[in-house]
């Protein structure tokens, strides 16, 4: 019930590119579902967010879709660069009652000049 | 968002000694969080402190191995005791404000 499944493990993808990391996550009371984004030797730092009363949000380069009959979002980077390069991991929380983060495995993103 | 400072950055320590990690946040948060996380892995809740009251630990992590220290709305503390080579790892602290923010973790190692 606490899990999210994230995948793939790692993505190359060429500057330009679209990479897509997917998550699904069991337990249906969540209602906050961040994603973080983590260079080596750094914390993870808070990408974007999305709550469920909505299918998608946009910011920047990044956005989530977020389908809730299926308990799946995922993450799309437009216009990928060389600096996108870095893990990325997906996460879920109760956060109206201010419970912890569930975070998913990761995702190793290359993106390749 | 809060900012996290968290240190040491880095340590390499004896085993069996003790090392105690120091998280300061730049405003008042009422929930801190303490993680592990292997390199190249996800990351592993160890506990969650709130000012005020005893931390509640994950299942794994126990207190005398792990004790934290909350004493104000702005700082936490975590004490890694008698440690192992098992022990080497990235630590990393976080606060919840408006979002859940991360320190830039410590890198353990134990020798």
């Known amino acids: 019930q606490q899990q999210v499944k994230q995948s793939p493990q790692s993505l190359i993808v060429q500057k330009g590119g679209i990479p897509i990391i997917n998550c699904a996550y069991e337990n249906t009371a969540f209602d906050y579902f961040p994603w973080y984004q983590q260079f080596p030797g750094k914390g993870p730092a808070l990408l974007i967010a999305?709550?469920?009363?909505?299918s998608e949000k946009k910011e920047g380069r990044f956005t989530i879709s977020f389908n809730k009959s299926a308990k799946q979002f995922s993450l799309h980077i437009m216009d990928s660069q060389p600096g996108d390069s870095a893990t990325y991991f997906c996460a879920a929380s109760k956060e109206t009652s201010g419970s912890r983060l569930t975070f998913g495995e990761g995702t190793q993103l290359t993106v390749n000049p | 968002s809060a900012v996290i400072s968290q240190k040491p950055s880095r340590d390499i320590c004896q085993r069996g000694t003790s090392l105690t990690i120091q998280c300061q946040v730049d405003?008042?948060?009422?929930?801190m969080f303490w993680y592990r996380q292997q390199p190249g892995q996800s990351l592993t809740l160890i506990a969650t402190a709130n000012q005020g009251s005893e931390a509640t630990y994950e299942s794994g992590f126990v207190i005398d191995k792990f004790p934290i220290s909350r004493p104000n709305l702005t700082f936490s503390t975590l004490t890694v005791s008698n440690m192992s080579p098992e022990d080497s790892s990235i630590y990393l602290c976080?606060?919840?404000?408006?979002?859940?923010?991360f320190g830039s973790g410590t890198r353990l190692t134990v020798v």
């Open positions: 405003s008042q948060v009422t929930m």
């Open positions: 999305i709550r469920p009363d909505v």
């Open positions: 976080s606060a919840r404000d408006s979002g859940y923010t």
